[in-house]
């Protein structure tokens, strides 16, 4: 059996993510994964949570509307 | 008076042109009164899907000039009766100058036409600009393909900050079988990707392909797509049904995983 994460529609499906929220920034795909990074660093610092059990998403307010 | 939708999707090749031919057909079958314009000046293709290529005279840029009537540049359909078009022109055209004339034209058709559709060209330029400029509506084409769906996410980026305030998404050339066996971009990937429902679904069809060979529409055969640009007819007549179109429900995709399970291991064995 194919492990899940190996299905390919997921692997499109994170990387079209990764840019959707990078893109409207201007900001590098690996600007957006170094800040999540380091904003998980601090959130360790505070709390005991293992990394896959939050997730750290930036929403832009201002220019898509839909929530 | 009549309401003027854009069909846009920034990157080219994923279905526009077939997709505006094929609801402005279902419209008029519908009994409305459809006029689709071509705005994809220099690269015009909505006649040849149509089967109209020979019989233009003059084009859209020819209306904005003033160098013919509307009347002589609007081509009626043989099949469709409530179906007209106004073809691009052949030669590339600027017409970043052109968007109060579109809007003077659009205006001019919406009291005459219940839906004016407007083939947008690909990409995001002045092109782009011009064909949004004069619409009331947008519908954002795209495909389960990451390309077309991160073009949809810029389009759809740049809609919202336009006037227009009605935008839906259609996906086209859906391919049940990939989906079913993980390998393509589902519906509800898509949706969650562009962060928006969907407001119809295309499946993919070869009856499109044979019937563009022939300068013919699927409209009046029985087929998938025929099924689809249906439903999104009478959706786009009737916002507030819900659209049945929708081929990939949570007990369907366990349904149908559970009859190709056995056939899925053997290919991954």
Known sequence: MLAKKNYSNRIAKERLKLMMESEPLECAPETMVQMKKEISDIVSRYFEISPDKYEIKVILKQNRKRA | ?269
């Open chain 2, 1 to 269: 008076m009549g309401e003027a939708i854009v069909f846009t999707s920034g990157k080219g090749g994923v279905g526009k042109t077939t997709t505006i031919a094929n609801i402005g057909a279902g419209l008029s079958q519908l009994d409305k009164k459809v006029v689709m314009l071509d705005a994809d000046m220099g690269l015009r293709n909505l006649d040849v899907v149509m089967g109209m290529e020979d019989r233009i005279t003059y084009n859209l840029f020819d209306v904005l000039e003033n160098h013919c009537r509307l009347n002589q540049a609007l081509i009626r359909d043989r099949k469709y009766p409530n179906l007209y078009m106004i073809p691009a022109s052949l030669k590339y055209r600027d017409v970043t100058e052109y968007e109060e004339r579109l809007l003077a034209l659009i205006r001019e058709l919406k009291k005459e036409f219940d839906y004016c559709l407007i083939d947008c060209p690909a990409g995001i330029d002045d092109g782009f600009h011009f064909a949004i400029s004069a619409a009331d509506r947008a519908m954002v084409i795209t495909t389960p393909h990451v390309s077309a769906v991160r073009d949809a996410g810029r389009v759809l980026y740049l809609l919202e900050s336009s006037h227009i305030k009605t935008i839906d998404l259609l996906i086209n050339q859906m391919n049940r079988r990939m989906i079913r066996r993980h390998n393509m971009l589902s519906q509800k990937d898509i949706e969650d990707v562009l962060d928006m429902n969907s407001f119809g679904i295309i499946p993919v069809d070869e009856h499109i392909v044979i019937g563009q060979n022939k300068g013919m529409l699927v409209m009046d055969k029985k087929t998938v797509a025929q099924k689809a640009f249906r439903e999104i007819c009478n959706h786009i007549i009737n916002p507030d049904v819900i659209s049945l179109s929708i081929p990939e429900t949570k007990t369907q995709i366990r349904k149908s995983h559970s009859i190709f399970h056995r056939k899925e291991c053997d290919y991954a064995g």
